[in-house]
């Protein structure tokens, strides 16, 4: 039996730069932090020749071709497995359309835990392209490469996304100090909903490609305040990277009517009035997760709960996706 772990993630600054249709123009860059949510997923053999496999769904197949879960069989198949009698099986601490990153965090520990049964090892790097190229080639999703690579590297990892395609990162350098306060300040509220962030991003892949000129200037901006927002977290300026994440809200808002919708706007003023710094709705937008920094945790929690949005507390990863079993 194999059983991995895949942190999911949060955005500090600057998503949306890690697609290619603005990367391989401009390059982008952003921050992002692994934090303790996971996606597991287990592997194990069967006495009966079929996979079968458990998720949100449940299959059970004589081929790798008659998969229908895409990352699963895409998986199979680049990992050229020989062996049909597997079970494979997910489970997530957070459910998938959140903006957490799920689907990169479970085509990782997918990919983590079929290289462990053929007893591969590769670096997290490694790890990162191979889910980039299921679910960007082999399946065409219009979404960036920050979700695969974090969840593999873990941490508060800066990245640097180069125009031939090669993605660089290093350890955002935060004092023990600056990182106990990131970690102790940001709060996580959960909107109650879910979507599907190809869905929200094909919006601004599409008009990158046609080099639309307000979204292309949108990201510049965005990735502008993705080096502000590392500036202001390296030299340990809370207040400003709590005031960076609400200029990168109102940018976000910009690029499409689907980021956001007058419920969130409503609890995202409301929070901003009662104890909050700054914040942005996480991952694609139109749902998921509102982050903020607190400047009164007590009095922003209070308040959000009051307005019945449900905390996630959570602390941050520093060992990206691993085997545990």
């Known amino acids: 039996m194999i059983i991995t772990r895949s942190p999911l993630r949060i955005s500090l600054g600057g998503g949306g730069t890690d697609l290619p249709s603005y990367y391989r123009n401009h390059g982008g860059f952003l921050i992002a932090a692994a934090i303790d949510k996971y ?4 592997i194990n053999r069967r006495f009966v020749n079929r996979f079968l496999l458990k998720y949100s769904q449940f299959e059970e197949t004589d081929t790798i071709d008659a998969i229908k879960h895409p990352i699963i069989r895409e998986a199979l198949r680049l990992l050229d497995v020989d062996e049909n009698n597997l079970e494979i099986t997910s489970i997530a601490d957070i459910p998938a359309g959140t903006g957490l990153g799920s689907s990169g965090s479970f085509t990782t520990g997918l990919l983590k835990a079929l290289h462990a049964w053929n007893r591969n090892s590769l670096h997290p790097g490694q790890l990162a392209e191979q889910a980039c190229d299921i679910e960007m080639n082999k399946l065409g999703e219009p979404i960036g490469k920050q979700d695969q690579y974090i969840a593999a590297i873990g941490g ?7 125009q031939d395609g090669r993605v660089e990162y290093r350890p955002v350098a935060l004092s023990d100090e600056t990182l106990f306060n990131l970690e102790d300040n940001l709060l996580l509220f959960f909107t109650g909903y879910a979507r599907s962030a190809s869905v ?3 919006d601004q892949d599409d008009r990158s490609k046609k080099n639309d000129q307000a979204m292309i200037e949108n990201m510049h901006a965005t990735k502008e305040l993705g080096y502000k927002s590392l500036d202001a977290l390296e030299s340990g300026n809370l207040a400003e990277f709590a ?3 609400d200029v990168h809200w109102q940018r976000k808002k910009a690029r499409s009517s689907g980021m956001s919708n007058t419920q969130i706007n409503e609890w995202y003023d409301y929070a901003m009035a009662n104890g909050a710094l700054g914040g942005k709705l996480i991952g694609a937008g139109g749902g998921g997760f509102l982050m903020f920094y607190a400047q009164d945790k007590a009095k922003l929690r209070h308040a959000m709960r009051a307005k019945g949005l449900q905390e996630v ?3 941050f990863d520093f060992e990206g996706t691993k085997v545990i079993v």
């Open 156 to 162: 508060v990892t800066a990245f640097t996304f180069h």
């Open 39 to 42: 996606v597991y997923i287990n």
């Open 313 to 315: 507390r959570f602390r």
């Open 200 to 202: 929200i991003l094909k």
């Open 243 to 245: 005031g960076l994440m």
